[in-house]
Nanobody, 121 residues
């Protein structure tokens, strides 16, 4: 049983910072790409950033220069450091990962339960 558990969301003022964490647990053989998506009320879920197992990263234009994605492969954990937060960053943030479990021979895509980030004064 593989699962992703996020933490670190909350309420922050504009210009502030938050750090999200997502830990993968269970019978994990290997993890390929890990990433963060977000969904604001009334909007579609969008990719915020992802990171390959080798460290290559990809960001949506609206967060470039403000957000940094990183991962600790030994801990099966991905992080999202969010600086200079804006009200338009308000959304539920979801962790996503391509994981090969001990039981299955192929990679499957998994989602976390989501964590709320609210940027407001």
């Amino acid at each position: 049983q593989v699962q992703l558990v996020e933490s670190g969301g909350g309420l922050v003022q504009p210009g502030g910072s938050l750090r999200l964490s997502c830990a993968a647990s269970g019978s994990i053989f290997s993890i390929n790409r890990m990433g963060w998506y977000r969904q604001a009320p009334g909007k579609q879920r969008e990719l915020v950033a992802n990171i390959a197992s080798g460290g290559n990263t990809n960001y949506v234009d609206s967060v470039k220069g403000r957000f940094t994605i990183s991962r600790d492969n030994a801990k099966n954990t991905v992080y999202l450091q969010m600086n200079s937060l804006k009200p338009e960053d308000t959304a539920v943030y979801y962790c996503n990962a391509d994981i090969r479990s001990m039981l299955l021979g192929n990679y499957r895509n998994y989602w976390g339960q989501g964590t709320q980030v609210t940027v407001s004064s």
